[in-house]
Protein backbone atom coordinates (compact mmCIF):
# COMPACT_ATOMS: atom_id res chain seq x y z
CA UNK A 1 0.00 0.00 0.00
CA UNK A 2 1.71 3.08 -1.29
CA UNK A 3 -0.94 5.93 0.07
CA UNK A 4 -1.71 6.42 -3.93
CA UNK A 5 -5.02 4.31 -5.43
CA UNK A 6 -5.83 4.28 -8.89
CA UNK A 7 -9.29 2.86 -10.01
CA UNK A 8 -10.67 1.16 -11.97
CA UNK A 9 -7.35 -1.50 -12.27
CA UNK A 10 -8.20 -2.80 -15.68
CA UNK A 11 -9.99 -1.21 -18.41
CA UNK A 12 -11.76 -2.32 -22.05
CA UNK A 13 -13.28 0.29 -23.89
CA UNK A 14 -13.85 1.01 -27.62
CA UNK A 15 -12.38 3.76 -30.09
CA UNK A 16 -15.99 5.48 -29.72
CA UNK A 17 -16.03 5.25 -25.93
CA UNK A 18 -15.75 8.11 -23.07
CA UNK A 19 -13.93 6.87 -19.52
CA UNK A 20 -12.19 8.33 -17.03
CA UNK A 21 -9.13 6.89 -14.70
CA UNK A 22 -9.38 7.90 -10.98
CA UNK A 23 -6.31 8.47 -8.93
CA UNK A 24 -6.59 9.56 -4.87
CA UNK A 25 -3.60 10.41 -2.53
CA UNK A 26 -3.87 9.61 1.11
CA UNK A 27 -0.11 11.37 1.48
CA UNK A 28 -1.03 15.01 2.02
CA UNK A 29 1.53 15.39 -1.34
CA UNK A 30 0.56 18.85 -3.53
CA UNK A 31 1.79 17.38 -6.53
CA UNK A 32 0.34 14.70 -8.95
CA UNK A 33 1.18 13.01 -11.80
CA UNK A 34 -0.09 10.80 -14.91
CA UNK A 35 2.73 8.69 -16.54
CA UNK A 36 2.06 6.24 -19.68
CA UNK A 37 3.50 3.10 -19.83
CA UNK A 38 3.79 1.10 -23.01
CA UNK A 39 5.08 -2.75 -23.24
CA UNK A 40 8.95 -2.41 -24.05
CA UNK A 41 8.85 0.79 -23.98
CA UNK A 42 10.18 3.40 -21.04
CA UNK A 43 7.77 5.00 -18.09
CA UNK A 44 6.54 8.17 -20.33
CA UNK A 45 5.50 11.39 -18.25
CA UNK A 46 2.18 12.79 -19.77
CA UNK A 47 0.61 15.70 -16.86
CA UNK A 48 2.06 17.53 -14.40
CA UNK A 49 -0.27 19.25 -11.28
CA UNK A 50 1.53 21.42 -8.77
CA UNK A 51 -0.85 22.47 -6.66
CA UNK A 52 -3.77 21.54 -8.50
CA UNK A 53 -2.27 23.68 -11.66
CA UNK A 54 -1.34 21.68 -14.36
CA UNK A 55 2.36 22.86 -14.75
CA UNK A 56 3.07 20.37 -17.44
CA UNK A 57 2.17 18.96 -20.74
CA UNK A 58 4.17 16.59 -22.38
CA UNK A 59 2.97 16.87 -25.94
CA UNK A 60 -0.10 14.58 -25.07
CA UNK A 61 -2.67 14.10 -27.57
CA UNK A 62 -5.66 16.28 -26.34
CA UNK A 63 -7.98 13.12 -26.51
CA UNK A 64 -6.21 12.42 -23.20
CA UNK A 65 -7.34 15.26 -20.85
CA UNK A 66 -6.47 15.54 -17.12
CA UNK A 67 -8.52 17.06 -14.22
CA UNK A 68 -7.02 17.90 -10.86
CA UNK A 69 -10.17 19.57 -8.69
CA UNK A 70 -7.82 19.16 -5.42
CA UNK A 71 -4.65 18.75 -4.56
CA UNK A 72 -5.86 14.82 -3.37
CA UNK A 73 -7.61 13.80 -6.49
CA UNK A 74 -6.38 13.42 -10.01
CA UNK A 75 -8.45 12.34 -13.16
CA UNK A 76 -7.66 11.69 -16.45
CA UNK A 77 -10.57 11.54 -18.92
CA UNK A 78 -10.46 9.46 -22.26
CA UNK A 79 -12.02 9.48 -25.18
CA UNK A 80 -11.82 8.71 -28.72
CA UNK A 81 -8.98 6.45 -28.38
CA UNK A 82 -6.70 4.93 -31.02
CA UNK A 83 -5.29 0.91 -29.97
CA UNK A 84 -2.27 2.35 -29.76
CA UNK A 85 -3.15 4.31 -26.25
CA UNK A 86 -3.16 0.76 -24.35
CA UNK A 87 -1.17 0.83 -22.09
CA UNK A 88 -0.95 0.89 -18.20
CA UNK A 89 -1.39 4.12 -17.21
CA UNK A 90 0.01 5.22 -13.85
CA UNK A 91 -0.58 7.84 -11.06
CA UNK A 92 1.73 9.19 -8.67
CA UNK A 93 2.13 12.20 -6.32
CA UNK A 94 5.17 13.75 -4.59
CA UNK A 95 5.73 16.84 -2.17
CA UNK A 96 7.20 19.49 -3.09
CA UNK A 97 9.05 21.83 -0.23
CA UNK A 98 9.49 25.62 -0.86
CA UNK A 99 8.86 27.92 -3.40
CA UNK A 100 12.63 26.17 -4.74
CA UNK A 101 10.18 23.32 -6.03
CA UNK A 102 12.29 20.65 -4.08
CA UNK A 103 10.19 17.61 -4.56
CA UNK A 104 10.83 14.40 -2.84
CA UNK A 105 10.21 11.22 -4.32
CA UNK A 106 7.44 9.94 -6.32
CA UNK A 107 4.52 7.90 -4.81
CA UNK A 108 2.80 5.59 -7.56
CA UNK A 109 0.00 3.66 -7.27
CA UNK A 110 -0.41 -0.05 -8.88
CA UNK A 111 -1.75 1.39 -12.57
CA UNK A 112 -4.66 1.15 -14.85
CA UNK A 113 -4.00 -1.21 -17.02
CA UNK A 114 -6.10 0.21 -20.43
CA UNK A 115 -6.94 -1.64 -23.68
CA UNK A 116 -8.38 0.10 -26.35
CA UNK A 117 -10.30 -1.98 -28.94
CA UNK B 1 16.88 9.31 -24.46
CA UNK B 2 17.94 7.68 -21.15
CA UNK B 3 20.68 9.45 -19.78
CA UNK B 4 22.13 6.64 -18.07
CA UNK B 5 23.34 3.08 -19.05
CA UNK B 6 21.92 -0.54 -17.23
CA UNK B 7 22.61 -3.78 -17.86
CA UNK B 8 19.36 -5.59 -19.62
CA UNK B 9 19.19 -8.57 -16.83
CA UNK B 10 20.63 -9.97 -14.07
CA UNK B 11 20.25 -12.83 -11.98
CA UNK B 12 21.41 -13.42 -8.33
CA UNK B 13 21.28 -15.91 -5.82
CA UNK B 14 18.61 -15.45 -2.87
CA UNK B 15 20.59 -14.14 -0.05
CA UNK B 16 23.55 -13.05 -1.55
CA UNK B 17 24.17 -9.27 -2.24
CA UNK B 18 22.73 -8.11 -5.42
CA UNK B 19 24.92 -5.29 -7.32
CA UNK B 20 23.11 -2.98 -9.71
CA UNK B 21 25.39 -0.61 -11.66
CA UNK B 22 24.64 1.94 -13.79
CA UNK B 23 26.27 4.52 -16.06
CA UNK B 24 25.72 7.75 -16.28
CA UNK B 25 28.85 9.26 -17.70
CA UNK B 26 26.87 12.69 -19.07
CA UNK B 27 25.79 13.65 -15.65
CA UNK B 28 25.98 17.42 -14.30
CA UNK B 29 27.10 18.90 -11.39
CA UNK B 30 23.93 19.52 -9.55
CA UNK B 31 21.72 16.47 -11.29
CA UNK B 32 20.81 13.61 -8.58
CA UNK B 33 20.91 9.32 -9.08
CA UNK B 34 17.87 8.05 -8.72
CA UNK B 35 17.14 4.33 -8.13
CA UNK B 36 13.31 3.00 -8.08
CA UNK B 37 12.23 -0.59 -9.21
CA UNK B 38 9.07 -2.26 -10.54
CA UNK B 39 7.89 -5.70 -9.54
CA UNK B 40 5.71 -7.17 -11.89
CA UNK B 41 1.98 -5.28 -12.30
CA UNK B 42 3.01 -3.28 -9.68
CA UNK B 43 3.90 0.97 -9.76
CA UNK B 44 7.32 1.47 -9.47
CA UNK B 45 8.49 2.51 -5.96
CA UNK B 46 11.42 4.76 -4.64
CA UNK B 47 14.46 2.83 -3.10
CA UNK B 48 17.28 5.83 -2.84
CA UNK B 49 18.75 8.62 -4.16
CA UNK B 50 22.65 10.51 -3.90
CA UNK B 51 24.46 13.43 -5.10
CA UNK B 52 27.63 12.59 -4.42
CA UNK B 53 27.99 10.88 -1.16
CA UNK B 54 27.46 7.21 -0.40
CA UNK B 55 24.12 6.56 0.99
CA UNK B 56 22.11 3.63 3.34
CA UNK B 57 18.87 3.28 3.92
CA UNK B 58 16.37 -0.20 5.13
CA UNK B 59 16.41 -1.05 1.70
CA UNK B 60 19.34 -0.77 -0.39
CA UNK B 61 22.63 1.15 -0.52
CA UNK B 62 24.05 3.92 -3.23
CA UNK B 63 27.64 3.90 -4.28
CA UNK B 64 28.57 6.70 -6.14
CA UNK B 65 32.50 6.91 -7.80
CA UNK B 66 34.42 9.92 -7.41
CA UNK B 67 33.84 11.45 -10.86
CA UNK B 68 30.10 10.72 -10.66
CA UNK B 69 30.21 9.07 -13.85
CA UNK B 70 28.78 5.67 -12.61
CA UNK B 71 26.89 4.38 -9.49
CA UNK B 72 25.90 0.97 -8.18
CA UNK B 73 22.83 -0.25 -5.96
CA UNK B 74 23.54 -3.02 -3.33
CA UNK B 75 20.71 -5.43 -2.13
CA UNK B 76 22.97 -6.52 1.14
CA UNK B 77 20.61 -9.92 1.19
CA UNK B 78 18.76 -9.99 -1.73
CA UNK B 79 15.40 -12.46 -1.30
CA UNK B 80 12.66 -13.41 -4.28
CA UNK B 81 10.87 -10.59 -3.53
CA UNK B 82 13.51 -8.15 -5.15
CA UNK B 83 13.01 -9.48 -8.56
CA UNK B 84 12.01 -6.88 -10.59
CA UNK B 85 13.04 -4.01 -13.14
CA UNK B 86 15.53 -1.46 -11.15
CA UNK B 87 15.62 1.99 -13.02
CA UNK B 88 18.39 4.51 -12.27
CA UNK B 89 17.78 7.64 -13.12
CA UNK B 90 19.68 11.03 -13.27
CA UNK B 91 17.19 14.27 -12.27
CA UNK B 92 17.14 17.64 -10.98
CA UNK B 93 16.34 17.55 -7.57
CA UNK B 94 15.16 20.76 -7.39
CA UNK B 95 12.73 20.65 -10.54
CA UNK B 96 9.48 20.59 -9.15
CA UNK B 97 7.80 19.31 -12.46
CA UNK B 98 10.32 16.19 -11.80
CA UNK B 99 11.03 15.26 -15.73
CA UNK B 100 12.79 12.34 -14.75
CA UNK B 101 14.03 10.18 -18.25
CA UNK B 102 13.15 6.72 -17.12
CA UNK B 103 14.88 4.40 -19.41
CA UNK B 104 14.37 0.43 -19.56
CA UNK B 105 16.51 -0.75 -16.62
CA UNK B 106 17.41 -4.02 -15.34
CA UNK B 107 15.58 -6.85 -14.63
CA UNK B 108 16.82 -8.68 -11.86
CA UNK B 109 15.58 -12.06 -10.54
CA UNK B 110 16.97 -13.74 -7.44
CA UNK B 111 16.56 -17.23 -8.00
CA UNK B 112 16.22 -19.92 -5.00
Known amino acids: ETGVTQTPRHLVMGMTNKKSLKCEQHLGHNAMYWYKQSAKKPLELMFV???????ENNSVPSRFSPECPNSSHLFLHLHTLQPEDSALYLC????????????????FGEGSRLTVL | DAKTTQPTSMDCAEGRAANLPCNHS???????VYWYRQIHSQGPQYIIHGLKNNETNEMASLIITEDRKSSTLILPHATLRDTAVYYCIVSLSMDSNYQLIWGAGTKLIIKP
Open chain 1, 49 to 55: YNFKEQT
Open chain 2, 26 to 32: TISGNEY
Open chain 1, 92 to 107: ASSQVIGLAGVTGELF
